[in-house]
């Protein structure tokens, strides 16, 4: 079925043709909420939207984003039309009666929905699980009444002929309740195995039980109504086979998700597209009759699509899937698909055909109100569904931001053509003869449906032509991450056969596989990469300048390596990856020199890989340099600008070093905080630059500081473009959930009780750790010991280490894993102390915390001219004043990852440096002054 569409305001609407009722004006204007303004009922979905349009152009600095585009759509705006419609719809199927209690009561439900939504909405973003759980039982508490208003209406009313989409509305109510369960449960980032399980249960109930019922049975009469047709004969007995089947065919499926049987969720599945065909064919021969022309049952028409084919592709994951985790990572990558192209389409389509109907004001002013919601219509669809498809292809980064921009473009257009509607409305009922027409003769509306079609086509064409520019602009932006990425020729003067070497190679957990191939010298090499890992961001460069560009998760790239002439080397140039191992070769088999002998029919091996080729681990790394100066020391590098002797500009100014005063309240508190990583370009030392990886844009991160008994809630967010994680060696707990690499978009909350006092490190744990310390992820918890004494100054200072790629580039994995630092600073800069002195004055008790946050040296810090009277290490006490021995300490050692503090008093005024007494250390960097004054 090809979607014609033409402006509804060329067509006489003769009312209702469907048979229903529900384009009866009488019968609406009975409801007495059918016509007009009503703003519980009309602006809310308007608000949701807006903030809808917000968060997706600022996503990239909120919190947990992704889930507030899929809930503000589908928990705010679909839920709260669920809530007006289906209301609307079952009174007048059932032909009953609205007083004004009953809108008295649905003014109230609605107003509790959207209070509860917004409450969720609040506790997800503020990590407060006791706001999610407030506004979730308002959510289902509203869900509730609504269902068991229905059940009393339906069980009181006559007979009629499509009383069973009201059985559709009651299961549909019935369920979001469960669904709200599992999500209040979710809010609590529980960790695996119960995580995806649940998480799949949740989007199963809601968007296929909530929304998905909803829809069907709404369509059942509300299609042919917008396509101004019959309905077809037949199709309310359909629509009653078909509802047992989509519950049977959902509760399997959830069911299944809950025991992780992903085979068995797939056949759910089935069974649930099999309730969609029964009702299918009604729907289908409605369309036929009388083929979608306008916006309201071309985007109906469009997401009823993308529902299936969703489903289709998902019962594929659940089939195919080796395990549960891989099974729901796909699923959770088809989810905005469905929201954006089931879900948001469904409503921007009713809405754009009911809204005119409510605004009233008769045919005349109803025709004008759909010819600006129409506005536009063959592009609006054609950006919103050929963009989508885009976004779900392996395509390149750029793309995809762009192409999902023109999605969201094409659904907020609805807002200004319903403004546009609104008005005109308005001036049609101030003016009824403005739009009125004579009836059109039979040859005239044949000229116009001619033009009509002309324009969608041309309108069509439009929003085809632009997909394509954004496509173009995305590969323009980036053109390494493009899809086919071809090199120089790589033959070395060898004879081409005239053959090619196709190969398929995935990169997962620092490893490609095969890593090693055997390809016959003359033969064109073809490699089809996929980054299948759950969570990193991979590439592929070989040494003769092939290189695929960053894959995300599930992303993939094809390589034209060209002819091959002899062996090539390569590896993955992400920050580290090639020092963990994740390095591949390309043996070229017949080549000059070579040894290996070909096969007997002279093809060589078949890309498959075999053994180990003497390529991983740290072999292998002597191939030139990688992207962003993560890989090699190789050519240029920042040291060559360093001077420990520079000065910095007048306006110069150190990271703070005071500590916040502790706190002096007794009982514990909760401290919550959000982590954002980023990757942001900072001096590291005077007039050298780096591209560092950072918590909330410093190195180190933010210090925190409690006592024992506190809790920690922290919120992590990765806003970088690659895998990121934290440690906190404040808190004891398993590893695997909260310390767990997440993809660049994701978040998670990492929740730990101080237990011990001490002076603890935090710091990204995603391998290399090493990299990912030495590139600025680290930073210090300060957990007070009990009755820790008053001092008049308190310092921190964090030592690591910088081993410096290119100006303005990233970490050189080489020098980290050779342990050949080429600056070790307090703070996150070099010497900046002897530039912004710390301050003191005579007599004053000074308390300095140290942490070596590494990754790999020690630190011995020391003041020259200072003795410490109170040393604390590692959880104690080692020297405290006036003790018997009349004992002090020069030194406070600590190996990488430990901390404590020492005390001293400066006896006179003076200039008292510090620092590392390793040294080589302290005059490469780990050096400052303390300033004292009388």
């Known amino acids: 079925m090809t979607p014609q569409l033409s402006s509804p305001g060329d067509h006489s609407s003769k009312g209702d043709k469907s048979g229903t009722g529900l384009g009866d004006r009488s019968r609406d204007a009975e409801l007495g909420i059918g016509r007009g303004r009503w703003l519980v009922r009309d602006i809310p979905v308007v608000v949701w939207i807006v903030f809808l349009l917000v968060v997706i152009a600022a996503h990239p600095g909120l919190p947990v984003a992704r889930w507030l585009m899929i809930h503000l759509l589908v928990l705010g705006a679909v839920s709260h039309s669920i809530l007006v419609w289906s209301q609307h719809f079952a009174q007048a199927l059932l032909h009953t009666p609205a007083s004004a209690r009953d809108r008295r009561n649905q003014s109230v439900r609605l107003g509790l929905i959207n209070t509860g939504t917004l409450a969720v909405v609040i506790g997800m973003m503020t990590s407060l699980w006791p706001v999610v759980i407030i506004g979730a039982v308002g959510v289902a508490a509203a869900v509730i009444w609504h269902g068991a208003d229905l059940w009393g209406k339906a069980r009181h009313a006559l007979a009629s002929r499509f009383a069973g989409t009201i059985h559709y509305y009651l299961a549909a109510a019935a369920i979001l309740p469960l669904g709200v369960t599992l999500g209040v449960i979710l809010a609590r980032d529980i960790g695996e195995p119960w995580h995806s399980r649940l998480l799949a249960a949740h989007a199963l109930l809601n968007l296929l039980g909530w929304i998905g019922l909803t829809v069907m049975g709404t369509l059942m009469t509300l299609w042919p109504t917008m396509l101004r047709t019959k309905i077809i004969p037949g199709a309310e007995a359909a629509a009653r086979r078909g509802l047992p089947l989509l519950l049977i065919g959902l509760g399997i499926a959830v069911a299944a998700s809950l025991f992780a049987q992903p085979w068995a969720a797939g056949i759910g599945l089935l069974g649930y597209l099999a309730g969609i065909g029964f009702i299918a064919r009604p729907f289908v021969l409605a369309g036929l009759a009388k083929p979608p022309r306008e916006y309201p049952t071309c985007s109906a028409a469009a997401a009823m699509s993308w529902l299936v084919i969703c ?11 080796d395990d549960w985790l891989n099974a729901t990572a796909d699923f959770t990558w088809l989810t905005p698909a469905l929201a954006a192209g089931f879900a948001a389409q469904i409503l921007f389509g009713a809405l754009s055909y009911l809204l ?10 109803v025709r004008a109100a759909n010819r600006e919601l129409n506005r536009l219509a063959a592009f609006r669809v054609t950006i919103i569904n050929l963009g989508l498809a885009i976004c779900l292809l392996p395509v390149p980064s750029w793309v995809r931001v762009l192409c999902s921009g023109l999605v969201a473009l094409g659904l907020a257009m609805f807002l200004p053509f319903l403004i546009r509607g609104i008005r005109a409305s308005r001036k049609a009922k101030a003016n009824p003869d403005i739009h009125r027409k004579t009836r059109p003769t039979k040859e005239e509306r044949a000229a116009a449906a001619k033009l009509d079609d002309r324009r969608a086509l041309a309108s069509a064409a439009a929003g085809v032509a632009l997909v394509f520019i954004a496509v173009a602009g995305g590969v323009a932006i980036d053109p ?7 090199a120089g020729a790589a ?17 997962k957990n620092m490893r490609f596989t095969p890593d090693n191939i055997d390809v016959p010298a003359g033969n064109r090499l073809v490699i089809e990469l996929k980054n299948t890992d759950d969570q ?9 300048g092939t290189d695929s560009g960053r894959l995300s998760p599930g992303e993939s790239a094809t390589l034209d390596v060209g002819i091959v002439g002899e062996d090539l080397d390569g590896w993955c140039s992400i920050a580290g990856h090639r020092q963990m191992g994740m390095v591949f070769a390309v043996n070229a088999i017949g080549a000059a020199g070579d040894q290996t002998a070909m096969d007997s029919d002279g093809s060589g091996h078949d890309g498959s890989g075999h053994g180990d080729s003497g390529h991983g681990g740290i072999d292998g790394m002597d191939h030139g340099g990688a992207s962003d100066g993560g890989a090699s020391d190789g050519g240029d590098s920042a040291a060559d600008d360093l001077d420990f002797m520079a000065e910095p500009g007048r306006d110069f100014s150190a990271r703070d070093a005071a500590l916040p005063k502790p706190d002096e309240s007794a009982k514990p508190k909760t401290i919550k905080k959000t982590f954002t990583v980023s990757e942001v370009e900072r001096e590291v030392a005077v007039g050298v630059k780096q591209k560092l990886w950072l918590f909330n844009g410093t190195m180190p991160g933010p210090t925190l500081r409690g006592k024992v008994g506190d809790k920690f809630v922290i919120t992590l967010v990765n806003d970088g473009s690659m895998g ?5 060696h404040a808190g004891e707990l398993a590893p695997d959930q909260p310390m767990r690499t997440i993809a660049p978009g994701e978040s998670l909350t990492y929740e730990f009780t101080a237990t011990h006092s001490g002076a603890w490190m935090y710091h990204c744990a995603t391998m290399p750790m090493t990299d990912h310390i030495a590139n600025g992820m680290f930073g210090a918890v300060i957990i007070d010991p009990p009755n820790l004494p008053e001092v008049d100054r308190e310092y921190f200072m964090v030592q690591s280490e910088l081993y410096l790629g290119p100006q303005s580039g990233i970490v050189d994995s080489a020098k980290a894993a050779r342990e050949e630092p080429d600056a070790v600073v307090f703070n996150g800069f070099a010497n900046q102390y002897d530039h912004d002195q710390l301050r003191a004055k005579v007599g004053e008790r000074v308390r300095i915390w140290v942490v070596d946050a590494g990754p790999s040296r020690p630190s011995a810090f020391h003041i020259i001219g200072g003795q410490f009277d109170t040393v604390f290490k590692e959880g104690a006490y080692l020297l405290k004043p006036d003790n018997e021995e009349k004992g002090a300490s020069q030194t406070l050692d600590l190996a990488a990852s430990q901390g404590g503090f020492v005390e001293l008093e400066f006896a006179e005024a003076g200039h008292y440096p510090f620092v590392s007494h390793v040294m080589v250390d302290a005059e490469r960097g780990a050096h400052g002054i303390v300033n004292v004054t009388d």
């Open 536 to 544: 990193d961001v991979h590439d592929l460069v070989l040494d003769n």
């Open 356 to 365: 005119p109907v409510v605004l009233g004001g008769g045919p005349t002013a």
């Open 480 to 486: 390494t991450a493009t899809t086919t990425v071809t």
């Open 491 to 507: 033959s070395a003067g060898v004879t081409p056969t005239g053959e090619t070497t196709t190969v398929q190679v995935e990169a």
């Open 724 to 728: 990121h994680s934290i440690d906190f």
């Open 311 to 321: 489903l289709l592709a998902t019962a594929w994951v659940f089939f195919t899937a």
